[in-house]
């Protein structure tokens, strides 16, 4: 999308080219996204006065944008925020160097564990707003999220087709995601489900939890143990559904809660692994893969160096998987 002004500032009629990035999108969605910090209401005025125009032809809210449509919007004046800091040049480099695949519909990385994958709840830059500042002239939407502490594979669109058609894969169970954890004792058996309906819950000081409960969202997780280790397996945890926090919770409630999880997990062994050398949750997104158009799209990331080197150091007793 082409525009030579800034919308945080007062100004005249602009008109936009919309490009890809934008094709089938709402335009009431894609004016939210445009006219950051204007009401809600002020946008759905604008449509029903008639003042935004797609080809010179009034818009209603439901109207979806094509790519080269010529979008008109008024002149809108911005409360104008503060100019926010950039992130350090170490941060950007750090994600900007973690892009494993690339092409017209997506950019996927390798994400580093301690880096959040979108920005708030006092975090001022994710992975997408680094990748933003590292790419400023590239179009880059978040398609799922990891855990701030679970390091791997995280893809980003840079299409509208590829964001709405991963997502639509993603919601029906038609995605592949795979991740490499080290469960706590040792499991009976070398291959388990584990069935149970998770709920998410705020705790008073804003901290957000889930729990297996009855009348929480069917959740289904498939375990299979790849390597042993003295007190501890390392497993194979591929998704059934995709509930926020799943592979910990469910790991938890079986009594073999991940190494590291200081949220779900067993803190005096924790306390025992911080000592061994273990600074980090063990869980790791290794692999992602889906079909989209006709293309099948598989993604892979090793192991990262320490936890390679944490199981290296673990004991003597590593065996391969059954």
């Given amino acids: 999308m082409q525009t030579a002004t800034s919308p945080n500032v007062p ?58 449509d010529m979008l008109r919007i008024p002149p809108v004046r911005v409360a104008e925020r503060p100019a926010e800091q950039g992130a350090s040049e170490g941060a950007i480099s750090q994600v900007a160097e973690a892009v494993i695949f690339e092409d017209k519909h997506f950019l996927v990385i390798d994400k580093p564990s301690g880096v959040a994958s979108h920005g708030g709840s006092g975090v001022s830059f994710g992975a997408i707003e680094l990748l933003r500042q590292a790419r400023p002239n590239e179009h880059l939407e978040l398609v799922h999220r990891l855990d701030r502490d679970t390091s791997g594979v995280l893809v980003f669109a840079r299409t509208r ?16 995601k795979q991740y490499l954890c080290l469960m706590v004792g040792h499991p009976p058996k070398a291959r388990f489900d584990v069935n149970a309906p998770l709920k998410k ?3 008073q000081g804003g901290e957000r939890m889930v729990r297996v409960s009855d009348d ?32 910990r919770v469910h790991a938890a ?16 062994v924790n306390k025992r692994l911080r000592e061994r050398g273990l600074h980090r949750l063990f869980l ?30 673990l004991g003597t007793s590593r065996k391969s998987a059954r």
């Fill in 11 to 68: 100004q005249g009629v602009r008109q936009l080219e919309i490009g890809p990035e934008r094709d089938g999108q709402r335009i009431d969605n894609a004016l939210m996204t445009l006219l950051k910090g204007v009401p809600k209401s002020m946008i759905y005025r604008l449509l029903r006065t008639g003042q935004v125009r797609v080809n010179g032809k009034r818009a209603k809210p439901d109207t979806r944008l094509s790519q080269g």
């Fill in 161 to 176: 087709a590829g964001l709405t058609g991963l997502q639509a894969a993603i919601r029906a169970n038609e995605v592949t």
């Fill in 201 to 203: 819950s705020i705790l």
């Fill in 216 to 247: 929480g969202k069917p959740s289904l997780t498939f375990f299979r143990e790849m390597e042993q280790y003295s007190g501890m397996r390392l497993m194979q945890a591929t998704l059934g559904t995709g509930r926020t926090h799943q592979i």
């Fill in 253 to 268: 409630h079986i009594g073999h809660p991940l190494a590291g999880d200081t949220k779900y997990g067993d803190r005096d």
């Fill in 284 to 313: 790791h997104a290794s692999h992602m893969s889906f079909e989209l158009d006709g293309r099948s799209y598989s993604f892979s990331a090793p192991l990262p160096d320490d936890l390679k080197t944490f199981l290296n150091d």
